[in-house]
């Protein structure tokens, strides 16, 4: 057990999801798994551990923002030996080609500055993912019928941002889709040596102003898990 999950040693796998809400997660482990069991309910956030296709691993939450998964994705790094964990969420494209209900896997992370931020100093790190899981994701997706647009997202510190100006400049320098994890994940994975990957659905338009209703949001949230899990174990 550690401060934030209360899981005993070995109830987490070694290959973990990671949705924000805890609801989704109970949601993923109830719908994709074989006998998910609830391995952590610490401060709400929801973890559970069972099987798919027979491999073992762990649906988790982490929160909302890069501080708050970077607390669960420490303590799964240090304490729980975990090697893989895959962030399955919703973004907001920044590129008109890039649609609602359309797959963004995340090669790389912009950021203004994460929780590492204090440790790299005055270093501008450039997190990206693991080649393999991004690698198996696109074949995944290709397996399904569909593709995925593969590039850089922007990682921000807040949801509510007033920066016209910003969001000018990421599109024009071709970053895909805002969400408010990803930064953080793949420089904590760099760190301890492990793998790190982001698939995420459209969910809204940052330019346009669409958004998806919530029938729409749990179809496509559920080809994204399918491809994170079949990455996962390629």
């Known amino acids: 057990m550690t401060i934030h999950i209360g899981a005993k040693p070995g109830e987490i796998a070694e290959a973990v999801l990671l949705p924000g809400d805890p609801y989704r997660a109970k949601w993923v482990a109830e719908t994709f798994l074989d006998s998910p069991e609830l391995i952590n309910e610490v401060r709400g956030m929801l973890g559970y551990t069972g099987t798919w296709n027979g491999h073992r691993v762990t649906i988790h939450g982490s929160g909302m923002g890069m501080p708050s998964l970077s607390i669960y994705v420490n303590e799964m790094l240090r304490d729980y030996g975990v090697k893989t964990l895959i962030r399955i969420g919703s973004t907001g494209a920044l590129q008109r080609f890039v649609k609602l209900r359309e797959l963004v896997i995340a090669m790389t992370a912009t950021s203004i500055s994460t929780p590492s ?110 491809i994170a899990l079949g990455a996962a174990f390629a």
């Open 117 to 226: 931020s204090s440790l790299l100093r005055e270093l501008n790190f450039a997190p990206c993912a693991d080649w393999d899981l991004l690698r198996a994701a696109v074949q995944a997706a290709e397996d399904q019928g569909g593709s995925a647009h593969v590039g850089g997202v922007y990682s921000s510190d807040t949801f509510y941002g007033e920066r016209p100006d910003l969001n000018e400049q990421l599109t024009r320098h071709g970053i895909l889709a805002v969400e408010m994890e990803t930064a953080e994940l793949y420089t904590l994975a760099a760190r301890h040596g492990a793998r790190a990957l982001s698939v995420l659905t459209v969910s809204d338009h940052m330019l346009t102003g669409e958004e998806l209703s919530s029938e729409d949001r749990e179809k496509s949230f559920h080809d994204m898990v399918l």
